[in-house]
């Protein structure tokens, strides 16, 4: 374990009955572990709950403050600008490594191997480059400033997710039409999921139509319901419409039902996001209206809810930063698809069948859980393109914990009272996911000499 710490082994589990792991897999879950890490700092920096429980509990808090030249009541290490220089530290981190395997094709060189080794080392350099920020002069130039470089690359971020969604339901509907050329079961299976994904998409309009609008007000809620609705139809009438066939024979409403079921849960996720109506009743008392009912329950244990919200957030980052960084996602961010000819189907589609040769050539047994250094021809991931993607997701979890635009009143447990900013950064993700879809559809029909492979 220590050679992993300061040297150039991959790291990996003390327990011997533990499976097999890769060391590409080592390595990214250990860059992953760090993002979490930070991640769960700058929630606790952003909590006034968890400050106040600081201040009752620890002895001598104060002496404590004074001493780190942190504030008298350490507010230096509270609040958005906390945040924003922690989220500065781990951003710099990532671009730097970033820089560092710019062209790295093989796991033997000298870069290489500080990528995948030295773990001590580099969560010092960490958090040094963390706490570095702290220093920085001209504090109130710096956070304008960074600011604006954070809802870039916050914005760059969603689109990543959008066009890897948009890639995940191709290649679902690819791989599962490639079986059905050998085995009718297929058919089947794509017809079940086909109609569950239509059915939730359905039921969730219905159920926001029913809950989120009234018969008078509540014109925001409507207009955004029906013209989310009428999106998805129209996308799905575009995917199944002959010229698209023509050009594309794969195209079909698996894909459609996967954006239309994403556009209803970024609906939903909007609304729930949009600050409350108010109006006054007939005895002249404020009154919430275009929201459920039974919603108002819901929150009554703010910390149980924020806890569950959060960790279910920054899952999905974490997901869509791991599954970015595959050799297939980054291809497909340029426009490379496989073709349908190479497609095995399966039903875990998104993970690569088992009996990769290359990979058991050299396995290495310290004592503990067995490494499987799966890169010794070349690597299996971009490294600057997986560094990169976690740069932007530091800034998108800045943006996201400080309420993005509405960072002077932000605080973790008010994580999913509505803000203006939040809903519409939700309905304009939405439409332009909508968008990328519709883009890869109609593609082949505006550029027919250009060959285009989805």
Not at 334 to 354: H, K, L, N, Q, S
Request: one cysteine or more; proline letters at 2%.
């Amino acid at each position: 374990q220590l050679a992993c710490c300061c040297g150039t082994a991959a790291c990996s589990l003390c327990c011997k009955c533990c499976p097999k792991i890769k060391q590409s897999t080592s390595t990214r879950f250990m860059y992953a572990l760090y993002f979490i890490l930070v991640t769960i700092i700058c929630c606790v920096m952003m909590s006034t709950t968890v400050a106040n429980e600081m201040k009752t509990h620890i002895p001598f808090y104060k002496q404590m403050c004074k001493g780190i030249q942190a504030g008298e009541m350490c507010e230096k290490l509270v609040g958005y600008s906390a945040v924003y220089k922690v989220c500065f530290g781990m951003a710099c981190f990532f671009f730097l490594f970033f820089l560092f395997t710019i062209k790295i094709n093989n796991s033997k060189s000298c870069r290489a191997y500080i990528h995948n080794g030295f773990w001590l080392i580099k969560l010092i350099v960490l958090a040094a480059m963390c706490s570095g920020a702290f220093f920085i002069p001209d504090q109130d130039t710096f956070l304008n400033a960074w600011r604006y470089v954070g809802a870039t690359g916050g914005f760059l971020f969603i689109a990543i997710q959008l066009i890897l969604l948009v890639e995940f339901a191709h290649k679902w509907n690819k791989n599962w039409t490639a079986g059905a050329n050998h085995k009718q079961v297929w058919n089947g299976l794509l017809a079940l999921v086909t109609l569950i994904l239509y059915s939730i998409a359905v039921a969730a309009l219905v159920l926001m139509a029913l809950f989120y609008t009234r018969s008078e007000g509540c014109m925001y809620n409507k207009v955004l319901i029906g013209v989310n609705g009428g999106l998805c139809l129209f996308v799905s009438l575009v995917a199944i419409s002959p010229c698209v066939q023509n050009r594309q024979p794969h195209s079909g409403l698996l894909q459609s039902g996967v954006i239309s079921c994403y556009v209803m849960y970024l609906t939903f996720s909007a609304l729930s996001s949009k600050p409350p109506e108010t109006i006054l009743d007939e005895n002249n008392r404020n009154i919430t209206i275009c929201v459920p009912e039974f919603s108002q329950g819901l929150h009554r244990d703010e910390n149980l809810v924020t806890g569950l919200g959060t960790t279910i957030l920054f899952g999905c980052i974490l997901y869509s930063c791991l599954t970015s960084t595959t050799r297939a996602s980054s291809e497909a961010l340029r426009g490379i698809y496989a073709t349908a000819e190479t497609e095995v189907a399966r039903c875990c589609f998104c993970c690569v069948p088992d009996g990769d040769a290359d990979a058991e050539e050299h396995v290495e047994e310290r004592g503990g859980q067995t490494v499987v250094y799966d890169e010794k021809k070349g690597t299996v991931y971009s490294y600057a393109y997986f560094h990169f993607v976690f740069f932007l997701a530091s800034l998108y979890v800045m943006m996201t914990v400080t309420h993005w635009f509405h960072y002077e009143s932000a605080q973790i447990e008010k994580f999913f009272t509505g803000t203006w900013s939040i809903f519409w950064i939700k309905m304009v993700s939405c439409w332009v996911c909508v968008c990328l879809y519709l883009w890869t559809l109609i593609a082949p029909l505006c550029c027919p000499t250009r060959e285009f492979s989805v």
